[in-house]
């Protein structure tokens, strides 16, 4: 009885990925894993793409991004399979946010009331932050699925925002960390990676391919060094 492929995660920046072999498995990957639903909550078109092109996740990483990426072999000579990607780019942030305490996201049946009366005042709030955890994805096979991956690609991530921040002279400030997320789809399971929600907005019909409106999440988590 076989033990199961192996599997390695590697790290890329922007410039090394566009050189890569496997960059079309990897684009085609993404886009698989974006069709998946994960709830019945918000739906999403049937034929979204997450990227265009082949090179547009370097792009849009730019020159400070990488991206980790998780192989399986078998021990063969067969090539090994892309079977994960998380990435890390700068936080950029437009500061058009509605102000959200965290606190108040969880199980709580006056959330949808605070957040509606919110989103009837035009605020700008900033959600300031270092870098921007992105396009974290898994291939919809079965195997690949529950089994942490996810979780070691975005530890992968932050170890080496962590090791970059070494060499920094505000090297013991915390790293801040976003996300954004589909509050309805994805906000509980970042919730308990433990991010917390430090701003909203109200996302309308099409965004993010979408086939109806949706609540988008920024959320932050710290990393300290050891």
Known sequence: MGSGPVIHTELFTSTELLSQPWLPELT???????????????????DKLRLRTDSELSEELGA???????????????????????????????GLWNPLDHDDTIHDPTTEKVNSEMEQ???????????????????????????????????????????????????????????????ENAGDYWLKQGFKTVGSRRCPKGFWDSLEEFTMWAMIRELHHQ
């Open 121 to 183: 005042i035009i605020r700008h709030h900033a959600c300031p932050g270092d870098y921007e955890l992105a396009v974290v994805a898994l291939p919809p096979d079965p195997r690949y699925r529950g089994k942490g991956i996810a979780g070691r690609l975005v530890r992968a991530c932050e170890d080496e925002v962590l090791r970059r921040r070494r060499h920094e002279a505000d090297r013991e400030r915390p790293v801040k960390v976003m996300i954004r997320v589909s509050k």
């Open 28 to 46: 085609h990957m993404i886009n698989a894993s974006y069709t998946v639903s994960h709830t019945n909550k918000i739906k999403y078109l049937d």
């Open 64 to 94: 400070d991004g990488f991206t980790a990426v998780a192989f399986a072999s078998d021990g063969t000579d067969e090539k090994p399979q892309v079977i994960g990607t998380a990435s890390m780019k700068p936080w950029k942030d437009d």
